[in-house]
Structures are given as C-alpha cells and as structure tokens.
C-alpha cells in the first residue's frame, strides 16, 4: 500500500513539473470559479439574514403636510389606529427625525451640517400587523391618482404614504441579482476548469502512453494506471479550493472592518464564521468531485490497449 501510494504521488509530481503552465492555469481557474461560487453562497445566506432582519421591522409611513394644525394631526392618528391591520402607530416630529437622521449618518458629517430639522417632515411610522396590508393604510389617505407634477394625490395635510416593505424588496431584489450573477460566472469559468483539467491530464496521458502501454502488458489494471492522473486533477483542485478558501476569507476580513468603521452596517446582521466554514464543505466537495470526475471522463481513451 505504501508502494503504491509513494508511486501515484511521484507521478503526479512528475506530471506537474511536465505540464507546469497547464497545471498552474489549471489551478488558477479552479480557484477563480470556486471563489465566485462561494461569494454567491454567503450573498444569498447574507440575504437571508437580511430578510429575517428586516421583517419584524417593516413599517409603513405616513409624511404629514408641512404645517399641519394639531387636530387634523390628531384626526389622522385616530383614523389609523381604528384600521384592523395596524397594530401600532408612533408619531415622529421634526426634532425626533432629526435625531433618527443625525445617528443614521454619523459618519458623514457634511451631509448632517447641511440638514437642519425643518426640512424634515412629521410622520406617523405605522406597524402593521401583517407587512401585506399596506392597502388599507395607502387607500385610506391617497387616492391613486397623480397630478401633473407626477406626484400622487392624498387628503388634506397628508404629504405621501410610503411603504417600507417596496424600498427593501428592491434592496433584496439587487442582492438577489448579484447573487445570480455570481452563480452565473463560477459556472461559466466551472465548465471551462473541467475542460481544462481534462485537457491537461489528456495531455500527461498522451505523454507517458508508452509507458502505460508496457504496464498493461505487465499486468497493471486500468485503474492502478489512471489512478497517478486523477491523482493530478484531485491535487490541482484541492489546490484552487484551498487559494478559494483564502480569498473568501480575505473578502470576509476586509467588510468586516469596513463594517466597523460604518455605524449604520453594525446594526445589521452580517455572515459570519458558521455561513463561511458552511460555505467552505460545499466548495472543497465541489472541487475535489468535479476534478475527480474530468480526469476519470479525460483518461477513459488512453488507458486502452
């Protein structure tokens, strides 16, 4: 046992050392394609966990008109909380949504300086009981229609009712479209790393077929000869799995410190250590059977006699 395993490793050496630009390219692509396979993987967990986040805190806001007298103010608090689909209403004045906007946007000073709480509206931000029924509180204020500024008609001292839910499901719906993105190139450059893998250990079998050709006459079973090239496929895989393994956690390390630096990305849940090593189990099996599997399909015409 210990023969044959020294022998499939020295000939798999050899076979790199013979073929070192393909193998070296080899690698390379593998790693590319597994790194864009994992940066899909953590997008679509982080975009689970933004979902998670942000569903218990949907809300819905009311603006109210500039100037609005106290008992119209009054009037439209009572005619939401008598809608069955709201569970709870909050009123934010201008002082309260300056403060919100002034901790939102601590990092950016000049964009605080140049804001001054009356240009912010009054608002009632309104928790709904079931995030769909942004209906009842949409037709209860506005009509549908718009003016000729393009801006949607509603009832007096009434600015505009917005709906969190459609603002975040745009965000999801970027992430979602990254995170496709990425799916779509690792497969791309997936297809073309098993086309390379298959070309290369091709290329170390058509080199050594005399030397397989005298080791069938000997006696040598087809898979003791294909045994040192899928050995060169499993390897280079391994090897762009682990350059894989280390660019992603790169990636990882460096929004992390962004993150920290930025106060508004700390509240918001993040991957992390488990969604990485997760992560990691999927591309090392991916990588070791893909490149398993194109040496196996590249060595079924050379080992015949």
Known sequence: MAFRLSYIAVEAYRGFRRNLLLAISMVIIVAISLTLFGIALLAGKQVSLFGGYWSDKIEVSVFLAPKVPAEQRDTIRAQLEALPAVERVYYESKE?????????????????????????????????KDPTQFAQVHDLFCSGRFNDRGKEICNPGIDSVIDQKKLVERLFAVLNMLKNSFFVLAAVLGIAAVVLIAVTVRVAAFARRKETQIMKLVGASNTYIRLPFLAEGVVAGLLGTLIAFGLLRAGMFYLDRVRNQVSIFQILPAVGMREFYASCMVLLALGVVASALASLLALRKYVRI
């Open 96 to 128: 309260d949504a300056y403060t919100r906007f002034r901790d939102q946007f601590k990092d950016s000073p000049d964009m605080v300086r140049n804001v001054s709480p009356d240009v912010l509206p009054e608002s009632y931000r309104v928790k709904l």
